[in-house]
């Protein structure tokens, strides 16, 4: 049994949906959330640059004396995880490897696609887990950077012509190539499941990152007897910006109503 809470960072909002899922899977555990709004969106980043902003993140976490953290953004997880993971004396889960083995474990075709971040492509992170999972995979990747500003906008439920527009030419390489699974590959993206279905199909299957990586972090606390016991547990919210505009999206990104009490922090201060 481990009281301490469990970390999150994002560079925005889109990691309220590993939040979702981690309170789900663990109701009795404490979490502290970091949205970095005010640097948002990393996905266009050189590496160097997100390397400063995800240690700053995360020493802003470890001042709350946590027993594991969940690097719940995909351009931090595909190019900096090992670097942060060999800093650190406390487990931290990304969202890489456990979205890549629940998407080899679902391909039929061994035709699988990526939709993420121009850094997260970039950085090859997902090929390469795809290539150890299983090298007979066929990996289909390619960049969406409107998804997170436009989500961050509200802009993401169908019926919305200007993201079903974005989603429909931006996926149609996906379609062409015969993918029968798809990697959300930013955990703004399950905000999108339903516009990207519907262009999809529903004969492709969608990959949550956010979701397995919250699956990951509870297999990983369960197996060390870390988890804790509590009759509820509790989520504090903290971003480097405005207080009232992460409070306005926040019940969109973690799929509840009621007011939001959330923090501001000068993360250039860690």
Not at 48 to 57: C, F, G, I, P, S
Not at 109 to 125: C, D, E, F, P, Q
Not at 206 to 232: F, I, M, P, T, Y
Not at 242 to 249: C, G, H, I, P
């Amino acid at each position: 049994m481990n009281q301490r809470p469990i970390g999150v960072f994002d560079s925005g909002l889109g990691g309220l949906t590993a939040v979702r899922r981690l309170r789900e899977l663990m109701p009795s555990e404490n979490i502290i959330y970091f949205g970095d709004t005010a640097r948002v969106p990393y996905g266009n980043r050189a590496r160097e640059t997100l390397l400063k902003y995800a240690r700053q993140d995360l020493r802003f976490l470890r001042s709350f004396d946590l027993k594991a953290v969940v690097v719940a953004c995909g351009t931090v997880s595909t190019n900096c995880l090992e670097a942060l993971q060999a800093e650190s004396d406390i487990p931290i889960v990304g969202v890489v490897e456990p979205a890549v083995r629940r998407a080899a474990a679902l391909s039929r075709n061994r035709r699988v696609g990526l939709a993420a971040t121009r850094a997260s492509v970039s950085s090859g992170a997902y090929e390469r887990a795809f290539h150890r999972q299983d090298p007979a995979l066929a990996v289909h990747s390619l960049p969406c950077p409107l998804f997170v500003p436009l989500v961050e906008e509200g802009r993401c439920r169908p019926g919305d012509v200007v993201i079903e527009t974005v989603a429909a030419e931006y996926l149609a390489p996906l379609r062409e190539a015969g993918v029968d699974t798809l990697v959300l590959g930013c955990t703004h993206y399950p905000l999108l499941t339903d516009v990207i279905g519907a262009v999809m199909g529903p004969g492709v299957s969608l990959v949550d990152v956010g979701a397995e990586a919250a699956r990951a972090c509870r297999d990983l606390l369960a197996a060390a007897d870390g988890l804790a016991e509590r009759a509820s547990g509790s989520a504090c919210f903290y971003t480097s910006d405005r207080v009232v505009d992460f409070r306005r999206l926040a019940a969109l990104f973690l799929g509840e109503e009621g007011p939001v009490e959330v923090r501001q922090t000068d993360i250039t201060q860690y």
